[in-house]
């Protein structure tokens, strides 16, 4: 992937660029998922509604982040830009944190990330028509927050759907 401009010395680039992992070769939107894995690790301790707030505040910085990087850059969405994948997987996980689960906890959260990618990928309507339809930050944002709940809503259905069948 090439660096297209992007300044790792600075903050904001280093953050939308996912703290460099949008920069992998192939796959980077993949990769920039990867980044939010620490910040997971942080928020599995917080109560639900701080997680909440956590991935609120991912996708309001994103928006301005993403959108500010691209201008930069000169590029809409550049691929390397990542953090819109950070603030959507942060919304995938909301079940994992509040508990959802049936596998390990681990194993559980490897399925949501699989399942957000999957949807992030594919782009189903409406995810599609929202990264077509909305410019700017907001454009780049909005399709992965759209992902992540897409994820987070299966995830979620799906196993507490089980639990019900299994009488649990």
Not at 10 to 25: E, I, M, T
Not at 129 to 151: F, K, N, Q
Request: include cysteine; glycine fraction near 14%; proline fraction near 7%.
């Amino acid at each position: 992937m090439s660096r297209a401009g992007f300044r790792l010395t600075d903050p904001r680039h280093f953050l939308a660029l996912g703290f460099g992992l949008g920069l992998a070769p192939v796959a980077p939107g993949s990769f920039g998922t990867l980044a939010a894995l620490p910040l997971l690790a942080v928020g599995a301790l917080l109560p639900l509604a701080a997680y909440a707030a956590m991935a609120a505040a991912a996708a309001l910085l994103g928006i301005w982040l993403c959108g500010r990087v691209a201008a930069e850059v000169g590029v809409p969405d550049h691929p390397a830009i990542v953090w819109d994948e950070v603030a959507g997987m942060l919304v995938a996980a909301l079940p994992w944190v509040a508990g959802v689960g049936r596998l390990h906890p681990l194993a559980d959260l490897l399925v949501l990330l699989a399942l957000f990618r999957l949807f992030d990928t594919l782009k189903p309507w409406p995810i599609r028509a929202l990264e077509r339809r909305l410019a700017g930050g907001l454009g780049i944002v909005a399709d992965d927050l759209a992902a992540g709940a897409a994820a987070a809503a299966l995830w979620g259905g799906a196993t507490l759907g089980l639990g019900r069948l299994a009488g649990a």
